[in-house]
């Protein structure tokens, strides 16, 4: 079945120690997102790719970081974790097209990190 | 800033039982969708109602949208205890590829 994949599922990771979460699809999506949800919180979204176009919410820190090597993949990078960076990060994908939208979002299953 | 606020924050009701949930938002949109989450896990897409639609229906699930208002409300019919979850709505401010931008979200317990 088609998907959006999120690897580790759980990430433990040290004050300040660089950590990378991954998203990978196989809907061939040209739009992909990263969100940060924080505990009986709104998803809050952080940033987002149309295809290769990087595009950086105003709040989103400087500490997160993405990549988006190819159409499948999508990582996101956090240069050195605090405590407030505890959270699940959620990857969703959605297609657009010619400027018709296919507005449903796709999320995956999210990637819970732990900061010690 | 958020732009969707959702009540209540919580409901308790029994099975068989309807649940209603609002949201109401702040500024002009494209569209609007509701989406369910179980606990820990990511989201699911239920619904997504137009600006220019008034009322939509999914199987148990029945969306209205008031533009004049700026509110919207998701009724689920005949409630099960598998609908226990946090319930979602997500606004879209535009064409060409959404961006949407989420309340905070009706946790929904349903017990048997």
């Known amino acids: 079945d088609a998907m959006v994949i999120q690897n580790p599922r759980y990430q433990v990771t040290q004050f300040g120690k660089p950590v990378t979460l991954s998203c990978s699809q196989t809907?061939?999506?040209?739009?992909m997102y990263w969100y940060q949800q924080k505990s009986s919180q709104a998803p809050k979204l952080l940033f987002h790719?149309?295809?290769?176009?990087?595009?950086n919410e105003a709040d989103t820190p400087d500490n997160f970081q993405s990549r988006r090597p190819n159409t499948s993949f999508c990582f996101l990078d956090i240069r050195s974790p605090g405590l407030g960076d505890a959270a699940m990060y959620l990857c969703a994908t959605s297609r657009a097209k010619g400027g018709a939208a296919y507005n449903e979002q796709f999320f995956g299953p999210g990637t819970r990190l732990t900061v010690l | 800033s958020q732009q969707g606020e959702e009540d209540p924050q919580a409901l308790s009701i029994q099975e068989g039982e309807n649940a209603t949930m609002n949201c109401s938002y702040k500024t002009s949109i494209n569209n609007l969708q509701w989406y369910r989450q179980n606990s820990g896990r990511g989201l699911v897409h239920l619904i997504l109602i137009r600006s220019n639609e008034r009322e939509k229906h999914s199987g148990r699930l029945r969306v209205t949208l008031d533009t004049s208002k700026k509110s919207s409300s998701l009724l689920i019919t005949a409630s099960r205890a598998a609908d226990t979850a946090s319930y979602f709505c997500a606004t879209d401010l535009r064409e060409g590829y959404n961006k949407l931008i989420f309340g905070a979200g009706t946790r929904l317990a349903v017990h048997p």
């Open positions: 809907l061939n999506h040209n739009v």
């Open positions: 790719y149309y295809d290769k176009d990087f595009n």
